[in-house]
């Protein structure tokens, strides 16, 4: 076999044991088993190892590709736009990865804790973007002036707290797609001058 | 021109991501001292020490673990952990 077509053959499954690994911890959380995984995705336990050398490197892996494409969307929004269109595209992104946000901030303190890192890190980053909106805004004086870190805070206490008893709030349907708008117009409410 | 910043880690798309708009550097104006060249171990350090605790309210300790986890799995940092 050519070697491209091996490598090829590499990806594809990578891809496979992936978008498994994905499925199955959103379902059921992260304490499920590589052996579940493997049988989702189609191949040998071992397999898993040989292109994820740990289950640490694997969730590293999951959680990193879900900060960066966060990451890139609030990126490309906070150099011009309203808190508003950032908390837009923010609860967009976070929408399409519902189950495994909500699997992420409800089992975090269980991971382990170079995986707990890579967490924080995207939360630092939402941060950083939210601050440099929020601050310009102030400015502007269409916010108003509360300590940038209490305005976040804020922000994320209200989206956390649905988002981690979405049982309760919205148990059969996206909670995002229910409720993020009236989160955004709230949160928006309370922040205007 | 499309970069990640070798020293943060922030996607840099724009011109101006760039210390003074020269694409050549692999660092972002964050990262940046004044006169354009990249900032010092130290230097990094205690700005995203600084900066979590300003935008997110965190403990000093809590923010300095934070800090150093994140610059462990940087390149221009990874080497200070070793």
């Given at each position: 076999m050519p070697s491209s077509k091996r490598q090829q053959q590499k990806e594809n499954t990578r891809k496979k044991i992936v978008k498994a690994a994905y499925q199955i911890y959103s379902q059921?959380?992260?304490?499920?088993?590589t052996a579940t995984i493997a049988e989702e995705s189609g191949v040998s336990h071992g397999t898993i190892f040989v292109h994820f050398p740990s289950v640490n490197e694997l969730l590293i892996y999951l959680i990193q590709v879900f900060g960066d494409t966060l990451a890139v969307e609030l990126h490309a929004l906070?150099?011009?736009?309203s808190v508003k269109e950032l908390l837009i595209a923010y609860l967009d992104v976070l929408a399409k990865h519902e189950a495994f946000y909500i699997r992420l901030i409800s089992e975090r303190s269980l991971l382990p804790e170079d995986v707990q890192m890579i967490y924080a890190n995207i939360l630092s980053t939402v941060a950083f973007h939210f601050n440099k909106v929020i601050e310009r805004e102030i400015d502007k004086q269409?916010?108003?002036?509360?300590p940038v870190h209490m305005v976040f805070n804020t922000w994320i206490g209200l989206l956390h707290y649905y988002l981690l008893n979405k049982d309760f709030f919205s148990p059969e349907t996206s909670l995002l797609e229910r409720y993020g708008s009236e989160l955004i117009e709230v949160f928006l409410e309370l922040i205007r001058r | 021109m499309s970069k990640i910043c070798i020293s943060c880690g922030m996607p840099m798309?724009?011109?101006?991501?760039?210390p003074g708009g020269d694409?050549?550097?692999?660092?972002?104006i964050y990262c940046a001292r004044p006169d354009g060249s990249m900032q010092s171990f130290e230097e990094k350090k205690a700005g995203m020490i600084q900066f979590i605790i300003k935008t997110q309210g965190f403990d000093e300790k809590a923010a300095l673990k934070l800090a150093e986890g994140n610059m462990k799995r940087l390149p221009a940092w990874k080497e200070y952990f070793s």
């Open positions: 059921q959380g992260f304490t499920a088993t906070s150099e011009s736009n269409t916010v108003k002036r509360i | 798309n724009e011109v101006s991501d760039y694409t050549s550097n692999d660092y972002c």
